[in-house]
């Protein structure tokens, strides 16, 4: 009994050294998925996440002053690019967890058709986008308008500081239609309809994760990021990395 007691203890030791916490900065656009990620994580591995949200610029002057996180999950390339070139990161740590899928939205049925064409009519007056000079989806937009030869000025846009606020213009009514990503109508179980924008028609909106800071649950999570957790990025409406 005693040695069987003396094994418990040795077990239960050796299980909380191998455990590890880890604290994760997460783009707000992933929001739900990570929240969901995390909780398969924790169960699966014993490793604890602590999940901090907020815009990718928001978090990035966050790391930049010293916060104390080991992983950036951005909502663009850019940003782990900028901060492992500054020396911030792990060298050689970035990797893409998800791709953004673009497409053109309106809650009323019937309005949006297969291939765009509603871009070109007369009567559409308003047409939210997210900034196209600080958000990855409203580069995006920019870009698909300019395949499509299509004069953004024959509109006037409405342009949210995020693609959240972008779908809130279209979703509340004040733009008929609007730029946004699947993800949003798929967390929403929103009706109306879309048209997924075709990829080549603007530059991948990759979102990458940065390692800060190495470490058991470190490690863990970004090898469940690239493995278990595919299922779940590509069932919130993201597109798989290739």
Do not use: C
Request: glycine share 10%; no cysteine; aromatic share 8%.
């Amino acid at each position: 009994m005693t040695q069987l007691f003396l094994g418990l203890i040795l077990l239960t030791a050796s299980l909380a050294i191998r455990a590890d916490e880890a604290t994760i900065a997460v783009a707000a656009n992933f929001t739900a998925p990570m929240q969901r990620i995390a909780s398969d994580f924790e169960r699966a591995s014993g490793h604890r996440l602590k999940l901090s949200f907020g815009g990718t610029g928001k978090l990035y002057a966050q790391i930049a002053n010293g916060a104390p996180f080991d992983v950036l999950l951005s909502a663009d390339d850019e940003t782990p690019a900028r901060l492992e070139k500054e020396g911030l990161g792990v060298a050689g740590s970035r990797f893409t967890y998800a791709t953004g899928r673009l497409v053109l939205w309106s809650p009323v049925d019937g309005r949006v058709d297969g291939e765009g064409k509603v871009l070109r009519d007369q009567g559409i007056r308003h047409i939210a986008i997210a900034n196209p000079k600080t958000a990855p989806y409203g580069t995006a937009a920019m870009a698909t308008l300019d395949h499509l030869k299509i004069d953004p000025k024959q509109y006037r846009l409405l342009t949210g500081t995020n693609i959240g606020q972008t779908w809130q213009f279209v979703d509340t009514g004040n733009a008929e239609l609007g730029f946004v990503a699947w993800a949003n109508l798929v967390e929403a179980g929103k009706t109306g309809e879309a048209w997924a924008v075709p990829a080549d028609f603007y530059p991948p909106i990759e979102q990458q994760g940065l390692v800060l800071k190495k470490g058991a649950a470190v490690e863990a999570l970004v090898a469940w990021l690239k493995g278990p957790g595919q299922a779940e990025i590509k069932a919130a409406g993201y597109a798989l990395p290739h």
